[in-house]
């Protein structure tokens, strides 16, 4: 019985490790993004995966402007919006930026020249750079969070060892 158990044991750990390996590999990361300009205040929380270095792709957004949940839109949806942020370098957006939507009109947040613009869907055409309205503050921030897997395999190797330790006694 207690070779069973040792084997169990050996393929659990096994296991965890894989998971947290896992997660390790294909991350995706959280930040918090902020702006403020004539269409309202903008707060969200989003999220991206890899891109071409050091680009990251958005995956989600999670947030509000002007007290109106936001949705991202996909690809090329809305001023050619590529999606991608540069969290680690300056500018934090390039000429393509990111769209998204609150339910009634469509936005496009992108960098042009020396500023960050926003564009609207109802009075503004964002095909080319530089017609949208000036940003007057913009900033993409890291929110670190631990990996769930990670907390997961944690936890499951401490339940095994507090199981071996009751079967051996």
Not at 110 to 122: A, D, T
């Amino acid at each position: 019985m207690h070779e069973l158990f040792r084997k169990t044991s050996i393929g659990a750990a096994v296991l965890c490790l894989l998971m947290v390996a896992t997660s390790l590999t294909s991350y995706a990361s959280s930040y918090s993004m902020t702006w403020s300009g004539l269409y309202g205040t903008g707060s969200t929380t989003i999220t991206t995966i890899p891109a071409t270095a050091p680009g990251e792709l958005l995956t989600s957004v999670t947030g509000t402007q002007a007290g109106l949940s936001l949705t991202l839109l996909p690809v090329g949806a809305f001023g050619a919006n590529d999606n991608v942020v540069y969290p680690s370098v300056f500018p934090q957006l390039d000429l393509a930026g990111i769209a998204f939507t609150d339910g009634t009109y469509d936005y496009n947040i992108y960098w042009y020249g020396s500023s960050y613009y926003e564009c609207i869907s109802s009075n503004t055409n964002c095909l080319t750079g530089g017609n949208g309205v000036t940003i007057h503050a913009f900033q993409i921030s890291s929110t670190p969070e631990p990996s769930s897997l990670a907390l997961l395999g944690t936890g499951f190797a401490g339940l095994l060892g507090v199981a071996r330790r009751r079967w051996l006694r």
